[in-house]
């Protein structure tokens, strides 16, 4: 089954640009683009697509309060379409690399965040790793923003304290998390098989009641885990 996306962005020439991108992939089909935040919400009602590409400056609705609102409904174990979910994962496209703009996005719940430059392939592959649960953030901006997503109080750092303790190997996996690498590389690294390492990472995801990778990788900045080995 195709992945099904909608784009959001009030730049002609981007939308046109995302679609002839992705619609060459034959497991990936455009349902919709259109030019602002509220258009985006109608989009996702209508056509329950499985990924949402959203610009950040968009004319009604900005695309920070677009991913509030649906990740809002989603919840923290939702999945996407294909899953039967009708909220959509969230990726961030955009011009601004900005440090606040990344934190309130991926905070926020989006899976990935990208800038306008980036490669097309990186562009499909962001679609592919939200559609299956996964985040992608731009290599240039990820551990500078994970740095500077890690708070500078004990009590934001209380706050994002795990339910249970995690093992010494979920903290191991973590570490390989927050330096960027994908499952594939932590397992490699390890020594452990892929899926040994998508069960650590679930393990993980509950213990934390996080959205999904990228919220991991930022709490292991906030609790200094990632900082020891950076």
């Known amino acids: 089954m195709a992945i099904r996306v909608v784009i959001a962005d009030d730049q002609e020439m981007v939308r046109t640009g995302f679609r002839m991108i992705l619609e060459s992939q034959p497991d990936i089909e455009v349902v919709a683009d259109v030019v602002d935040g509220e258009a985006a919400l109608a989009a996702v009602a209508e056509h329950r697509p499985d990924v949402l ?8 609705l ?24 009708d909220t959509p994962r969230i990726v961030i496209v955009t011009t601004f690399d900005l440090d606040e703009y990344v934190h309130a996005a991926l905070h926020g719940g989006a899976s990935g965040f990208l800038l306008k430059d980036a490669s097309p392939a990186m562009l499909v592959e962001a679609v592919r790793a939200a559609a299956v649960g996964d985040s992608l953030v731009s290599p ?11 708070p500078r109080t004990p009590a934001a750092q209380a706050a994002r304290r795990p339910v249970e303790p995690l093992t010494d190997r979920e903290r191991e ?31 993980v995801q509950a213990k934390l009641d996080a959205r999904n ?4 990788a930022a709490w292991a900045w906030e609790s200094g885990l990632a900082a020891a080995t950076a």
């Open 62 to 85: 900005d695309g920070l309060e677009v991913t509030r609102r649906l990740s809002a409904t989603r919840g923290t174990s939702g999945t996407t379409g294909t899953s039967g979910n």
């Open 213 to 216: 990778r990228v919220e991991i």
């Open 53 to 60: 590409l959203l610009d950040i400056r968009m004319p009604k």
């Open 140 to 150: 240039a901006i990820t551990v500078r923003l994970l740095r500077e997503m890690a």
């Open 173 to 203: 996996v973590v570490r390989c998390l927050a330096r960027g690498l994908t499952n594939a590389e932590i397992a490699g690294e390890l020594f452990v098989s892929l899926s040994t390492v998508k069960t650590h990472l679930a393990n």
